[in-house]
Each structure stands twice: as C-alpha cells, then as structure tokens.
C-alpha cells in the first residue's frame, strides 16, 4: 500500500438562487459521472423554515451548513470519487470554507441579470425559496477573485450549453455513453482560466 489517493475533481457551480446551479451541476453530473449533490439538501430544518419565512440566511446560519458541505466533499475525495455540488457560495469567506474539504474545488458562477434570473425563480412553483430573497443574495454576492480557481458562465444561454461548455472549460471528461455526443461551447464562455488536472 502506498497510500496513494486517486486523483479527484471537485466542482461547485454557485450564484444567487435561481440561477440555474442545481440544472447545470446535475447536467454536469450526468455527462461525466461526478457524484452529484445539491447543498440545498444539507441545510438544517431551521435554515430552510428562516427561507421559507422570506428571512436571509446569515453567516451563523451558514457556518455549520458550509462546514458539513466540505466534510461531504472531503469524504468523498477519501474515497477516490469525484463530486460536482450545487451551492449558493455567495462570498469568498464561504468559498474558503469549502476549500477547506477536499485538496482542490473548482467554481462554475451562474453569473447574469437580475430579471431574467427573478423571473425563473417566480415561476418556479415547487421551491420554498421567495423570489423576495434574491435582493439580499445579491447584495452579498462576491465575484470569484483572481486567486480562485473556477469560471464565469452567462445564466441566459440554454441549460445545454452551460453544462457543455463548464464540462469543456474545466477540462472534465464525458462518461463513456456520452462521448461524442458533448457539445462544446465556445471560448466567449470563458472568463477565467481552466482548471489543468483531470480526475474519475
Ligand atoms: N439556463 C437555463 N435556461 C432556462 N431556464 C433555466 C436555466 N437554468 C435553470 N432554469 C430554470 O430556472 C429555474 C431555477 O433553476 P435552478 O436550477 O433550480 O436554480 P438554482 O439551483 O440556482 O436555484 C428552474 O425552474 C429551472 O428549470
Ligand atoms: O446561502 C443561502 O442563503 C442559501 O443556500 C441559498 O443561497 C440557497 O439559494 C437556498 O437554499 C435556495 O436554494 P436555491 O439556490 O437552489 O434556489
């Protein structure tokens, strides 16, 4: 035993609710077999009844959350199994907290205008989250920094296309059943640099 791990990817595709994270992480998911998760699944029932009530989350609702969220990715990496989240990670002390999990995380920002992405969440009838609520995500929303490994994607192109071009801008491989049926979006998608390494 050398004690040698697997080399792992982990992805979390981030921004305000409604922009499309859990549509185009679970995308990701299917067309390259990382272990999908959505974080909305790990908050605690007094984190959800604080959105359900139209009242923001704040940073000692989302310290534990963030925490767990980490372990899971780190857990994960334990086993040699790479991950795509979907998860608001609307500031950069958040996104280091997950960075904390596993050795790397890669972010997608869903990024783009307030009113295409307001109208998407009031019709989306099956969520407990407001649309009233996406004032205060925005209003706390940090733009990944130079350091940060990730990119930015446009929130108005096709669910497609954004899981296409975040699988070829991140480097990340199409499952077996998927290959040649990928289709790859176009440089204009980019806006920061691609992440060098490629896992399971
Ligand atoms: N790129 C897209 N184009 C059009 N509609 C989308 C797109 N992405 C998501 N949607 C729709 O917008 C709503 C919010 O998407 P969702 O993935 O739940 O966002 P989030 O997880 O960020 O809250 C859903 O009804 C979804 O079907
Ligand atoms: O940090 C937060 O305030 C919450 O995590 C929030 O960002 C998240 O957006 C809600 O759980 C709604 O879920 P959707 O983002 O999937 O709409």
Redesign the pocket.
């Known amino acids: 035993m050398t004690g040698e791990r697997r080399p792992t990817r982990h992805i979390v595709v981030m921004g305000?609710?409604?922009?499309g994270?859990?549509t185009v992480a679970r995308g990701v998911g299917e067309l390259t077999g990382l272990r999908f998760a959505?974080?909305?699944e790990f908050?605690p029932e007094a984190?959800?009844a604080r959105?359900r009530a139209g009242i923001?989350?704040d940073d000692a609702d989302?310290w534990p959350?963030l925490r767990d969220l980490a372990s899971w990715m780190a857990a994960r990496h334990a086993e040699g199994v790479s991950t795509v989240l979907?998860?608001?990670a609307?500031k950069r002390s958040?996104r280091d907290v997950l960075r904390q999990g596993p050795p790397d995380v890669e972010f997608v920002h869903l990024d783009g205008s307030a009113e295409l992405i307001r109208d998407r969440?009031t019709r989306r009838t099956d969520?407990?989250?407001s649309a009233d609520?996406l004032d205060s995500?925005r209003a706390i929303l940090e733009h990944l920094d130079p350091d940060e490994s990730g990119i930015v994607l446009e929130v108005a192109l096709p669910p497609d296309e954004l899981v296409a071009a975040a699988v070829a801008r991140l480097g990340l491989v199409p499952a077996a059943s998927h290959r040649g049926h990928a289709r790859v979006g176009s440089s204009r998608h980019l806006v920061r640099r691609d992440a060098e390494k490629q896992g399971p």
């Open positions: 305000v609710s409604g922009a994270k859990t959505e974080a909305d908050h984190n959800v959105m923001p989350l989302r959350w979907a998860c608001s609307l958040y969440m969520h407990y989250m609520l995500q």
